[in-house]
Nanobody
Framework: QVQLVESGGGLVQPGGSLRLSCAAS????????MGWFRQAPGKQRELVAT???????IYADSVRGRFTISRDNAKNTVYLQMNSLQPEDTAVYYC?????????????WGQGTQVTVSS
């Protein structure tokens, strides 16, 4: 059993910052790529940022320069530092991980954490 658990969402004013965390736990040998996705009401889920185990990061154009993804491989944890938040960043943010366990390798998702940017 593998779980990804997010934390750190909440309500913030425009221009503010939040830091999301996502920890993977369970029967894990290794976690390869990890990433953050988001889904706003009435819209499809979209990629925010991903990071390889070696630390290579890719960002959506809409967040590049404002958001920073990082990870701690020893803790199987990925972070998303979000600065200069805008109302259009409001969404449920989901963590994703490519997990290698005993006899399996699968994609797992967290339950999501709400981020609301509003004055």
């Amino acid at each position: 059993q593998v779980q990804l658990v997010e934390s750190g969402g909440g309500l913030v004013q425009p221009g503010g910052s939040l830091r999301l965390s996502c920890a993977a736990s369970g029967n894990i040998f290794s976690v390869y790529a990890m990433g953050w996705f988001r889904q706003a009401p009435g819209k499809q889920r979209e990629l925010v940022a991903t990071i390889t185990r070696r630390g290579t990061a890719i960002y959506a154009d809409s967040v590049r320069g404002r958001f920073t993804i990082s990870r701690d491989n020893a803790k199987n944890t990925v972070y998303l530092q979000m600065n200069s938040l805008q109302p259009e960043d409001t969404a449920v943010y989901y963590c994703n991980g490519d997990v290698q366990g005993m006899g399996f390798r699968e994609d797992y998702w967290g339950q999501g954490t709400q981020v609301t940017v509003s004055s």
